[in-house]
């Protein structure tokens, strides 16, 4: 079993979604993909790229993004909690999961999340510009710290001790040094935005070798503390100085 890893396909659009149905039905059948979150907000494009990846691959293992979650335009209305139940609903009627994936001696945990301002505190720029700000709607009286807690206590941390290879996975970024120090002081502003601290002491819990998250569009690979982070977003079709628009192979599992 390869493992492969992809996030923020972004099938809205129709190029990307154009280079999911391209994939072999062959080629997959023995391997696994992580899918790092973001396909899509509207439920058809999620259905059918979910789907078309299901089709391909021995198994998907899905966790979503902030796109995933928006509720702009959708009737009737619901909050962003009520989105991720369907989601959660339609991943699996897609034959993906979001569950903890065992075989044999893998295992790889899926961490929900959200911002909680740990990166820090946003400015009134990215206040009046971050979409997410309009097109998600949460419980009255939520602040982004709820919303982090909320997904955190989903999360299962299970008993990793007979697991030789453990891989976790978030959308969201869980240390904010994965940015590149090329990443310029204007792009900077959105840091608080990106992620959250209490993705990594999560996964710390598990000592995983490969922390596989989304997000940022800044596709790399790089040790910290003894866990490899991988990001390989997809992005848009004007994307594609920091994005590979590939899927990368990330283990090979032999057990």
Same mark, same amino acid.
Not at 12 to 33: F, I, K, T
């Given at each position: 079993?390869?493992?492969?890893?992809?996030?923020?396909?972004?099938? !809205?659009?129709?190029?990307?979604?154009?280079?999911?149905?391209? +994939?072999?039905?062959?080629?997959?059948? /023995?391997? +696994?993909?992580?899918?790092?979150?973001? $396909?899509?907000?509207?439920?058809?494009? %999620? !259905?059918?790229?979910?789907?078309?990846?299901?089709?391909? =691959?021995?198994?998907?293992?899905?966790?979503?993004?902030? @796109?995933?979650?928006?509720?702009? &335009?959708?009737?009737?209305?619901?909050?962003?909690?009520?989105?991720?139940? *369907? $989601?959660?609903?339609?991943?699996?009627?897609?034959?993906?999961?979001?569950?903890?994936?065992?075989? #044999?001696?893998?295992?790889?945990?899926?961490? +929900?999340?959200?911002?909680?301002?740990?990166?820090?505190?946003?400015?009134?720029?990215?206040?009046?510009?971050?979409? /997410?700000?309009?097109?998600?709607?949460?419980?009255? #009286?939520?602040?982004?710290?709820?919303?982090?807690?909320?997904?955190?206590?989903?999360?299962? $941390?299970?008993?990793? !001790?007979?697991?030789?290879?453990?891989?976790?996975?978030?959308?969201?970024?869980?240390?904010?040094?994965?940015?590149?120090?090329?990443?310029?002081?204007?792009?900077?502003?959105?840091?608080?935005?990106? &992620?959250?601290?209490? %993705?990594?002491? *999560? +996964?710390?819990? %598990?000592?995983?070798?490969? @922390?596989?998250? &989304?997000?940022?569009?800044?596709?790399?690979?790089?040790?910290?503390? &003894?866990?490899?982070?991988?990001?390989?977003? =997809? #992005?848009?079709?004007?994307?594609?100085?920091?994005?590979?628009?590939?899927?990368?192979?990330?283990?090979?599992?032999?057990?």
């Amino acid at each position: 079993m390869r493992i492969f890893a992809l996030s923020d396909i972004h099938a !809205d659009y129709q190029p990307n979604m154009a280079w999911v149905h391209q +994939l072999s039905r062959g080629e997959y059948v /023995d391997d +696994l993909l992580i899918l790092a979150g973001d $396909v899509s907000h509207k439920r058809e494009l %999620l !259905d059918e790229c979910l789907t078309a990846l299901a089709q391909r =691959f021995r198994q998907v293992l899905f966790v979503p993004g902030n @796109h995933d979650l928006w509720v702009i &335009g959708q009737t009737p209305a619901i909050d962003s909690l009520e989105k991720f139940e *369907q $989601v959660r609903h339609t991943a699996i009627q897609c034959g993906a999961t979001m569950d903890i994936v065992r075989h #044999g001696q893998l295992l790889v945990v899926p961490l +929900l999340g959200w911002y909680d301002y740990s990166f820090g505190e946003p400015g009134r720029e990215l206040l009046r510009g971050w979409t /997410d700000y309009r097109a998600c709607r949460w419980p009255t #009286g939520f602040q982004m710290e709820d919303v982090a807690a909320y997904f955190e206590k989903l999360n299962v $941390v299970p008993s990793a !001790d007979s697991a030789r290879m453990r891989i976790t996975v978030s959308h969201f970024l869980p240390r904010i040094d994965l940015i590149p120090s090329f990443v310029s002081a204007r792009h900077r502003i959105l840091d608080p935005v990106l &992620g959250t601290t209490r %993705l990594e002491k *999560q +996964l710390r819990q %598990l000592d995983p070798s490969i @922390h596989v998250y &989304g997000h940022s569009h800044i596709n790399q690979s790089v040790e910290l503390e &003894g866990v490899r982070y991988v990001n390989n977003a =997809f #992005g848009t079709p004007q994307e594609t100085r920091i994005t590979a628009k590939q899927l990368v192979c990330i283990e090979e599992a032999w057990f």
